[in-house]
Every structure is written in C-alpha cells, then in structure tokens.
C-alpha cells in the first residue's frame, strides 16, 4: 500500500493505570499492520498524584508546581515506552501522544491533556501528533470518543450493525451501521468508579476478576438513582469526565463493600444497555481492561439483545487498540484528514486536529508529508 507510515500510538487512559504503546503501520484509512506493544505501569506513587490531580483540575493554574511535576514524569514514562518500542521498530515516523486526561469539560469548551510534546519529540528525536481534542470542543463538539474511525477501519469486514464497546475509566461506543456509517457516544462510567470503589475498601487498584461484585447484590433502587442523572436522557453524541458520576460513591456509600461492587457494576452494564443506538447490533465487541472482568462480561451478555464477545475473538488486541488508534489518528491529522464528524463527536462538520511537533527532528523529514493531504 503507497502512502503508508509507521506510527507508535500512545494512550494513558482514564484508569491511570500506566502507558500502553503500540507499533501501526497506516495511512490514516488504511491498516497494513499492527507491531510490537508494551504497557508501563504508573507507580503507585505517580498514579496517587495523578488521580489528586482530577479532583483539583477544574480550578488548577496551569503553574501548580505539583501539576507540572506530575506531567513531566508522565512525559518521561511515555518517552521510556517510545525508546523500548523504537529499539525493536528503527523505522518509526512519527509518534501519536495522546496524554493523561486531567479534565473533560465540553459545554464550557475546555478539554486538558497533560503531556510535554516537545520533550518527547526532543528525547526521542522522532515527529510528534498530539492535542487530539482541542479543536473539535472549540468548535463545539464533545472531543470525545475519537476511537471509531480506527474501529471502522479495522473492523471493516465484521458483520454489521456492529457495536464496538470499549470499557476504560469511562465505557464509550462506537456503532457501524450496514452503510458503513459511524454514530459513537460515551455511554456512561466504565471501570472508573469501581476501581476506585475497590481500591478503598481492599487497597487493590480495580475488582480483580469482579470477586468483589460476584459476592454482593445490587441495589435496585440505588441503581434507578444512579440512571436518573441527566447524563442518560441527553442524546447522542455526548461524553463524559472520568469525575462526572463521582458522586455516585457516596451514594452507595450505605452499601457492604460487595453490595456497593455489584451496584456499580450494574451502572456500568445498565448504562450501557440503556444507550440508544440506530439499530440493533448483531454482534457486541468488548475491548478495553474492562473486558478482563468476568461480572461486566456476564452482565453485558444478559442485558443485550446480541452476542457480546472480547474484541480478541477477532485477531485484535483488546488492550492496545487505544494506543494503536492514537498512532492511527496521527497519521490521520498529519493529512488533515477528518478526526470529528456530526455523528461521532458532535462536531459541526467532518473536522481534523491534532497539533504537529518536530522539536526533534531537523530538518523535517520529506516522507512526513509524502501522502496526498486531502
């Protein structure tokens, strides 16, 4: 395939978990194929930071010094992965630097990703695509789910309607009608709420294999309480900040910590059954860590009215699409190609983004800009 560059795509989520980084070789629309990958994991430490950040980031000066100190070592683990994958791969182009969320605020247009571009560029002498959302919410989208151009293009001969779910922090959507169109929201909390729940009653950072919830019950009551946040009756596209249901841990605050897991694991299953999509998928793909948990599975599999299976059952890793998408959407905007759409984010019209630095490389290299920029 002409026109194609290899990209290393990084993605920290909203789970704060680490950094994953994956090897794609694209052209933006096109997949040739997909490299090696590798996930680093935060620190404790770094991630207790990360998450203090989230509940101050609304009011947070872009000076604090503990904000600043926290991006750079971020930037410095993003940089560690880009080297390992970089020894393995010499002839990568150009890197897709997404950052660590720290607020997603679109009705006030506001969307911050935390990340030194620059440094990165510098220490890895490669080109980097970053700042992703920033255009689409200034022009009145939501910055978010970015994902489904990159599901599209990799499942395009999956049987369709098809709906991609992808289960982080917060759980999003991604549909692909019989026509080839993409409609895509956020669908409501992922895994954020339960690890965090989990973390405070068991010290551990998420539900692992959902042990907790299995031995608790939902409150259904609770959970009518949780669905009737405004959120649920918006219609899409619409999206979300990792923060933005966090009060509903002190509303299950009452629970055992069983009880409290299993409620908040029925909000992320019902949440996603209550997501209003243009036709019924005929089959549900599952990627992201929420997909390792068995009691998210189960529920999904009796709340929807098709097969729900891991996205892995098709020949894909369920844990580096993210990191493999934002290499992707590099290539994508680096030919100005569309990372908004009206269906997809909400934007007003197909809209590309991302911001280039080469703050490493000089002079640019000629193969950046070889493909025809549409």
Known sequence: MSGMLTAIGLMSGTSLDGVDAAVIRTDGERIESCGPALSLPYSPELRARARRLLDRAASLPPDDPELLATEQEITFRHIEAVRELHSLVPDVDLVGFHGQTILHAPAERRTWQIGDANRLSRET??????????????????????????????????????????????????????????????????????DDWAFSHTGQACDVDGRLARQGKADPALLEKLLADPYFARPAPKSLDRQSFVSALEMVAGCTPEDGAATLSAFTIEAVRRTHLPATPVLWYVCGGGRHNPVLMEGLRRALQAPVRPVDESGLDGDMLEAQCFGFLAVRALRNLPLSAPTITGAPAMLSGGRLTCAGLFPIPHRLFGTERT
Do not use: M, Q, Y
Request: proline share 7%.
């Open 125 to 194: 002498g490669l080109a980097v695509v970053h700042d992703f959302r920033s255009a689409d919410v200034a022009a009145g989208g939501e910055g978010a789910p970015l994902v489904p151009w990159f599901h599209a293009a990799l499942l395009r001969d999956a049987p369709k309607p098809l709906a991609v779910l992808n289960i982080g922090g917060v759980a999003n959507v991604t549909f692909i009608d019989t026509d080839g169109s993409i409609h895509a929201c956020d669908t409501g909390p992922g895994n954020a709420l339960l």
